[in-house]
């Protein structure tokens, strides 16, 4: 990852995020079939496709406007809890960066540090409930202290720590014992998100 990060960095982020998701929608919707809506996958595919156009069509000038103006989208085009959960991460994220047309990798960590604590607040939830946050919060601590691979692997590997757990918040939280043995699909997607950070850093 670059010393400074531009608002073209975070616009290439976003993008790849965007493919990521496409590609993955499937089985995104896949996992939450087996303990929630069946509407994962489609839902962030919807939602990131809405954020890339945006971004294209008006390319806004700092990383923390690129962040904001994702969330915004995210927040009106996405159903169910994701999308004011998603969109809470980066305009939180983005509110934390303000004004500056280039933020350090630790700055990013920081903003990313602020979001997650603004989706636990949100949605009530903390690790080890069976959330995104099982996949948010080791990737941002690994963000901080290894960057954006590192990153990237604890995203994946929180999301894969979610299968054992039983649901204590979300539609799974519903299925009692019987959302034992499935990844949870909102920490998958939020794995994305950072692979997607890893591969643009590279």
Known sequence: MSA?????FFQRWLATAASAVDREADRLTELDSAIGDADH?????????????ALDAEPPGT???VLALAGR????????????????????????LGDSAEVT???LAEALDAGVAAVAQLGGAKAGDKTMLDALEPAVAALREGGA????RAAQEGAAATVPMLARKGRASYLGERSVGHKDPGAASAALL???LAEVSA
């Open 4 to 8: 400074v990060l531009d608002a073209g």
């Open 41 to 53: 996958g489609a839902n962030m595919r919807r939602g990131f496709a809405a954020v890339a156009a």
């Open 63 to 65: 990383p923390g406007a």
């Open 73 to 96: 989208q995210l927040i009106s085009t996405v159903g169910g809890a994701s999308g004011p959960l998603y969109g809470t991460l980066l305009r939180r994220a983005g509110k934390a």
């Open 105 to 107: 990798p630790q700055a």
């Open 149 to 152: 691979a590192a990153a990237a």
């Open 194 to 196: 950072f692979a997607a």
